[in-house]
C-alpha cells in the first residue's frame, strides 16, 4: 500500500553531482525509515544510506563523505545527493521504504539507472 518512485538518474562524468529523488505515496503512515540501495552487473543489491524517521543515518562504507540523504517530510519524498561520483558508482539505485507496523515490510521502487563515465 506503500508506492515509491524514484528519478533523477542519468549519465555523469567521474567526478561530477546527481540528486537522486524518491517520492512516496499511498499509506506513508506506514513507513519508519527509508533508503537507498544500488545493484551494479553482475553484482547483489547493497545498502547505499538508509534515513530513519527519528533522523538516524546510516552510509555504506564506500560513499560515506560524498553522498548524503536527506529528506522533505511536507513531500514524503527521500533524497541522494551524490558527489565526486566514480564509475564504480555505476548501478541500478532503488529507493527502499521499510515499515515495523504490524510486521517487518520492505516496499520498493522500479529503480533509476545511474551511469558514471570515466
Known amino acids: 500500500q506503500v508506492q515509491l518512485v524514484e528519478s533523477g538518474g542519468g549519465l555523469v562524468q567521474a567526478g561530477g553531482s546527481l540528486r537522486l529523488s524518491c517520492a512516496a505515496s499511498?499509506?506513508?503512515?506506514?513507513?519508519?525509515?527509508m533508503g537507498w540501495y544500488r545493484q551494479a552487473p553482475g553484482k547483489q543489491r547493497d545498502l547505499v544510506a538508509t534515513?530513519?524517521?527519528?533522523?538516524?543515518?546510516n552510509y555504506a562504507d564506500s560513499v560515506k563523505g560524498r553522498f548524503t540523504i536527506s529528506r522533505d517530510n511536507a513531500k514524503n519524498t527521500v533524497y541522494l545527493q551524490m558527489n565526486s561520483l566514480k564509475p564504480e558508482d555505476t548501478a541500478d539505485y532503488y529507493c527502499?521504504?521499510?515499515?515495523?507496523?504490524?510486521?517487518?515490510?520492505?516496499?520498493w521502487g522500479r529503480g533509476t539507472q545511474v551511469t558514471v563515465s570515466s
Open positions: 527502499n521504504a521499510h515499515s515495523i507496523l504490524y510486521w517487518p515490510t520492505d516496499y
Open positions: 499511498g499509506s506513508t503512515y506506514r513507513i519508519n525509515a
Open positions: 534515513l530513519s524517521n527519528s533522523g538516524t543515518t
